[in-house]
Nanobody, 124 residues
Framework: QVRLEESGGGLVQAGGSLRLSCAAS????????MGWLRQAPGKEREFVAA????????FYADSVKGRFTISRDNAKNTVYLQMNSLKPEDTAVYYC?????????????????WGQGTQVTVSS
């Protein structure tokens, strides 16, 4: 069983940057497709970004394209989310999770092994 733990959240002003990390336990991380999702207050969870097992393919929600970058370091069992030009509407709890198949699903229910999440708050 792979366990995921997010870190790196915090409070930042609009226009600022944060880098989130998701550390995974287990030896199978290098074969796992990973995603970042978020849940804003009063809203449903939504897809943010994903990266395939090798790091060769990345995917982004339209709302973060050009501002966020997902990457991974398989030697460190970690996936990252670099968030630049943050906006107040990016405020949410950010989660990492695992997906199967070649195309990351948009539905959060299709992801597994969710971490506990890390809070990101962007002030205006």
């Amino acid at each position: 069983q792979v366990r995921l733990e997010e870190s790196g959240g915090g409070l930042v002003q609009a226009g600022g940057s944060l880098r989130l990390s998701c550390a995974a336990s287990g030896r199978t991380f290098r074969w796992l497709n990973m995603g970042w999702l978020r849940q804003a207050p009063g809203k449903e969870r939504e897809f943010v970004a994903a990266v395939n097992w090798s790091g060769a393919s990345t995917f982004y929600a339209d709302s973060v394209k050009g501002r966020f970058t997902i990457s991974r370091d398989n030697a460190k069992n970690t996936v990252y989310l670099q968030m630049n030009s943050l906006k107040p509407e990016d405020t949410a709890v950010y989660y990492c999770a695992i997906y199967g198949g070649t195309t990351p699903p948009m539905r959060p229910n299709d992801y597994t092994n969710w971490g506990q999440g890390t809070q990101v708050t962007v002030s205006s």
